[in-house]
């Protein structure tokens, strides 16, 4: 009876406190980064801090909109509205949907996660040592799922087939017709982008001998999609990197590995220069070259956390200065909710959370000068924690409260 009681009584001052233990945030895909953007097909979860109604699990279509409705006690007075997270990152799609909650909730707390991402399914016949179905990353290509199936060398490489389904309702397939060997010379670029429900087909080559296998370099680690591509004429380093998508947020950019396939010399080099095409670091490619991406040190970065538009780490460079006001900039700045008065750095929190020593500051006080403008060092995190509401009066009372059900009766 007196837990009974007890219950109904936490219901009643607090309606949303059952519903916010029950809050799990689900594991986000091991793909995502904070920089994948969300398209048509993503199964994305929305959870919005003591309100259920709101927070749920969704597929997204085309559109790539979420429905939002809003009601009051007696389920009149019904408010719906959309709000579009195609194109968006989780950070912009929390920022966004935020935003639309404001004229319904005082301070919305907002978490979007990316559960799955829609993968690439396709089928493939032939002589290959791993025939049938196949499921590849998002932006897959002919030649990503040919290197996976282990086709013969006996295949017809000059005459690929890509049977896909026609989108409309009793229309006839299309028929999609590749020359992989004249791709792997370089003869042209054409390695066209794989679609669910697509069936490679292979044929083997007729009396014929077996041309030279084509000779491929690789690019492994932190990129978007590890590639293996043909070496085709005049193949450079940033070729490969636009070939995997990008280099993903997590990159050690300052320590990109070349290890050339003819000697295993290793050559070190440098994103940025790659990028800005410095003939120096944007070196032509060789034969079964291999390009490493690896783990940026978390000792080489710093990160900015809690209130702020675009929460991340970001690289730390020995040529440039960061301060506290420049690294809040670089995150886009504080959001409505931050406490500007409880700002801490913690010194050393990515090497050792356990030994980082805390530095508070208020920020209007930093941009005022009557504070100082701490310069970051490697491995700091910059930390804006949101307001804290004060306790209403009846939360105030409730341990009076319990306290009298649990001796009253």
């Known amino acids: 009876m ?8 936490l219901l009643t001052l607090f309606p949303g406190s059952v519903a916010d233990a029950q809050e799990v945030i689900p594991r986000p895909d091991p ?37 939002f409705s809003l009601a009051d006690t007696e389920g009149e007075n019904r408010q719906e509205w959309r ?9 912009e799609a929390r920022a966004a949907i935020t935003e639309s909650l404001k004229k319904y909730l005082r301070a919305p707390e907002v978490t979007v996660v990316i559960v799955k991402l829609p993968r690439v399914r396709v089928d493939i016949v032939g002589p290959v ?12 290509r002919l030649s990503d799922a040919l290197a996976r199936c282990g086709y013969r060398p006996t295949t017809d490489l000059t005459n690929v087939r890509i049977l896909r ?25 054409d390695d066209p982008p794989l679609q669910s429900g697509d069936r490679i087909v292979l044929i083997a080559r007729q009396g014929q001998q077996a041309p030279k296998e084509p000779t491929y370099v690789r690019i492994i680690g932190e990129v978007e999609r590890e590639v293996q591509h043909p070496l085709t004429p005049g193949l ?4 490969l990197f636009e070939r995997a998508g990008g280099l993903k947020p997590t990159a050690d950019r300052e320590k990109i590995r070349l290890v050339r396939g003819a000697d295993g010399k290793v050559l070190e080099l440098d994103a940025d220069k790659v990028e800005a095409d410095d003939p120096v670091y944007n070196l032509p490619l060789a034969p079964n070259d291999l390009i490493i ?37 670089r995150a886009g700045g504080p959001t409505r909710q931050a406490d500007l008065r409880k700002g801490l750095l913690r010194r050393n929190f990515l090497r050792n959370p356990a030994q980082a020593s805390d530095i508070p500051f208020d920020l209007e006080q930093v941009k005022k000068g009557k504070q100082p403008d701490y310069v970051l060092e490697p491995g700091d995190a910059v930390l804006l924690p949101p307001r804290v509401r004060r306790p209403g ?17």
Do not use: N, W
């Open 2 to 9: 007196r837990i009974a009681l007890t219950l109904l009584i």
């Open 31 to 67: 793909d995502v980064t904070p920089a994948t953007r969300i398209v048509a097909g993503c199964t994305v979860c929305v959870i919005v801090t003591g309100e259920p109604d709101l927070s749920g699990t969704h597929i997204l279509d085309e559109k790539g909109d979420i429905l």
């Open 83 to 91: 709000v579009s997270l195609k194109g968006k990152t989780t950070e």
């Open 129 to 140: 040592d791993r025939p049938g179905p196949m499921e590849l990353k998002p932006g897959a």
């Open 165 to 189: 389904p026609s989108r409309h309702p009793g229309g006839k397939p299309e028929t999609l017709i590749v020359d992989v060997e004249a791709y792997g010379r370089g003869e042209h670029d």
């Open 236 to 239: 450079r380093v940033k070729d």
């Open 293 to 329: 991406v690896g783990v940026r040190d978390q000792s080489r970065v710093f990160a900015v956390l809690g209130e702020v538009a675009q929460p991340s780490t970001f690289s730390y460079r020995t040529d440039e200065k960061v301060t506290l006001l420049t690294a809040i900039e």
């Open 393 to 409: 009066l009846l939360q105030q009372f409730l341990p009076l409260v319990l306290r009298f059900f649990t001796f009253g009766f």
